[in-house]
């Protein structure tokens, strides 16, 4: 069974730096991608960002210049560098994971979600 587990959230002043990371446990065939959401409260679930096994990269354009994605692949994690954090930053972040199974299954996973809050 595949496990997602963030861990790195908490309480910021603006201006501020907080990492998150997702440790990824569990047998998984072949990702497709990877990648951070975050949720604020009466708003829809976003994609922060994404990276594929080919390192390639996507952000969300209010989070370029100032969120790096990256991944450790002999510690099975997914890392989320956030510098100069704003207020409109507060939200829960979930890590996903999206893979194709051996039988050719799409599959999606989420994690907890961690709690980022900025202050002003």
């Known amino acids: 069974q595949v496990q997602l587990v963030e861990s790195g959230g908490g309480l910021v002043q603006a201006g501020g730096s907080l990492r998150l990371s997702c440790a990824v446990s569990?047998?998984?065939?072949?990702?497709?991608?990877m990648g951070w959401y975050r949720q604020a409260p009466g708003k829809q679930r976003e994609l922060v960002a994404s990276i594929t096994p080919s390192v390639r990269t996507n952000y969300a354009d209010s989070v370029k210049g100032r969120f790096t994605i990256s991944r450790d692949n002999a510690k099975n994690t997914v890392y989320l560098q956030m510098n100069s954090l704003k207020p409109e930053d507060t939200a829960v972040y979930y890590c996903?994971?999206?893979?194709?199974?051996?039988?050719?299954?799409?599959?999606?996973?989420w994690g907890q979600g961690t709690q980022v809050t900025v202050s002003s």
């Open positions: 569990g047998s998984i065939f072949s990702i497709n991608v």
């Open positions: 996903n994971l999206d893979e194709t199974s051996r039988l050719g299954a799409r599959l999606v996973y």
